[in-house]
């Protein structure tokens, strides 16, 4: 864990990393379980696939929020959540008014306390965090984007147990 730490404070004081291309809010539940996450977004510097209408294109999202249990089983918890997550994203070649996105990614959270409430434990604070997505980017600019995600939270089998939550999350960015 301290490791990360230490990875993550060279992170913050690398060059570029001041340099944010948007900021992030995500509200969403699931699995008995409410998740608030803001964040900071760093957009590749490489596109793929330009040949047609449609591209592949990206961005790096570092995300910090918190999981509220809320189960009637009781013991509900607050999970302190911090991720980094590469994100991939199928947008148009040249943007209209309001300009429609698909999105998948695979990210890497650390979690704390590893349980949301009595029965559902994560197994470890490191935990794997896919999701797929769809939205909108509209604005003058293109600078908001409004979409839906579908998240799996789960350390992949690396230790038991690895129950993993799905979360409904509703994501707002605004790009600078």
Same mark, same amino acid.
């Given at each position: ?90 947008? *148009? ?47 003058? *600019? ?20 690895? *129950?993993?939550?799905?979360?409904? *999350? ?7």
């Amino acid at each position: 864990m301290r490791k990360v730490g230490w990875f993550l404070c060279a992170l913050l004081f690398s060059g570029n990393v001041w340099a944010v291309d948007a900021v992030s809010f995500e509200l969403g539940n699931g699995d008995q379980t409410d998740v608030v996450r803001v964040g900071a977004i760093w957009d590749f510097d490489h596109q793929w696939f330009t040949g047609g209408d449609w591209l592949v294109s990206g961005f790096w999202e570092a995300s910090a929020g918190t999981l509220q249990g809320r189960s009637s089983v009781g013991d509900n918890q607050t999970i302190t959540d911090l991720g980094i997550t590469p994100v991939f994203r199928l947008q *148009q070649k040249n943007p209209t008014a309001i300009s429609p996105y698909l999105e998948a990614a695979i990210g890497f959270h650390l979690i704390s306390p590893a349980y949301v409430y009595a029965n559902r434990h994560f197994g470890s604070a490191f935990q794997f965090g896919d999701h797929l997505g769809l939205g909108v980017r509209f604005g003058e *600019q293109q600078q908001f984007d409004l979409g839906y995600r579908y998240q799996h939270l789960s350390n992949g089998g690396i230790k038991k147990p690895n *129950q993993g939550i799905n979360l409904n *999350q509703v994501h707002f960015a605004y790009h600078f």
